[in-house]
Nanobody
Framework: QVQLVESGGGLVQPGGSLTLSCVAS????????LAWYRQAPGKQRDLVAA???????DYADSVKGRFTISRDNGKNTVYLQMNSLKPEDTAVYYC???????????WGQGTQVTVSS
């Protein structure tokens, strides 16, 4: 059974930083395309950042230059480093994985990030 478990969310002041982690079990992350999504109250879930097995990355325009996605295949973990946080970054952040071979997709349970003074 595949599980993705996020951690690292919390309350931070504008301009602050947080690092989210997502640890996988039941699957080998190097065989998956990985991404972070976020969903604010009353809004749809949007892609924030994605990373392929070859470590090529893609970012939403709203986070370019502030957020960095990375993966540690040895630890079966994907990270999202978030700097210069803004109130509009407030959302539940979800980790996702999609297996290259089976096409199966997986979601974590989400971690709340709140940016407020």
């Amino acid at each position: 059974q595949v599980q993705l478990v996020e951690s690292g969310g919390g309350l931070v002041q504008p301009g602050g930083s947080l690092t989210l982690s997502c640890v996988a079990s039941g699957t080998i992350l190097r065989n998956n395309a990985l991404a972070w999504y976020r969903q604010a109250p009353g809004k749809q879930r949007d892609l924030v950042a994605a990373i392929a097995s070859g470590s090529s990355t893609d970012y939403a325009d709203s986070v370019k230059g502030r957020f960095t996605i990375s993966r540690d295949n040895g630890k079966n973990t994907v990270y999202l480093q978030m700097n210069s946080l803004k109130p509009e970054d407030t959302a539940v952040y979800y980790c996702s994985a999609k297996n290259y071979y089976t096409g199966n997709g997986y979601w974590g349970q989400g971690t709340q990030v709140t940016v407020s003074s």
